[in-house]
Nanobody, 125 residues
Framework: QVQLVESGGGSVQSGGSLRLSCVTS????????MSWYRQAPGKERELVST???????TYADAVTGRFIVSQDNAKKTMYLQMNALNSGDTAVYYC???????????????????WGQGTQVTVSS
């Protein structure tokens, strides 16, 4: 079973930056790519960003223009560069490897399949 390990979290003042890393213990080959999620206290876990094998990326509206996701296949590592952080970004950040699932009608969709343990990001004003 492939394992994911996040690092790079910490405490930072509003307006600051952090870079998160997610190292995989093996190669993950999925058309659904890998994602970053976050969960703030008392809130549901939310999708932050997804990066696909061709390096296409998507972002949640709340982080568009501030966060950049990237990957280094040789290092088996995914990154999340977080800039202009604000208190709303305070959360535990998780990386996830996605898999493609098919319904009985053959309709495909992507779902997180393997999770890391999470890394805490705290932004103070």
């Amino acid at each position: 079973q492939v394992q994911l390990v996040e690092s790079g979290g910490g405490s930072v003042q509003s307006g600051g930056s952090l870079r998160l890393s997610c190292v995989t213990s093996g190669f993950i080959i999925s058309a659904c790519g890998m994602s970053w999620y976050r969960q703030a206290p008392g809130k549901e876990r939310e999708l932050v960003s997804t990066i696909y094998p061709n390096n296409d990326a998507t972002y949640a509206d709340a982080v568009t223009g501030r966060f950049i996701v990237s990957q280094d296949n040789a290092k088996k590592t995914m990154y999340l560069q977080m800039n202009a952080l604000n208190s709303g970004d305070t959360a535990v950040y998780y990386c996830a490897a996605n898999e493609r699932r098919f319904t009985g009608l053959g309709i495909a969709s992507c779902h997180p399949n393997i999770w890391g343990q999470g890394t805490q990001v705290t932004v103070s004003s």
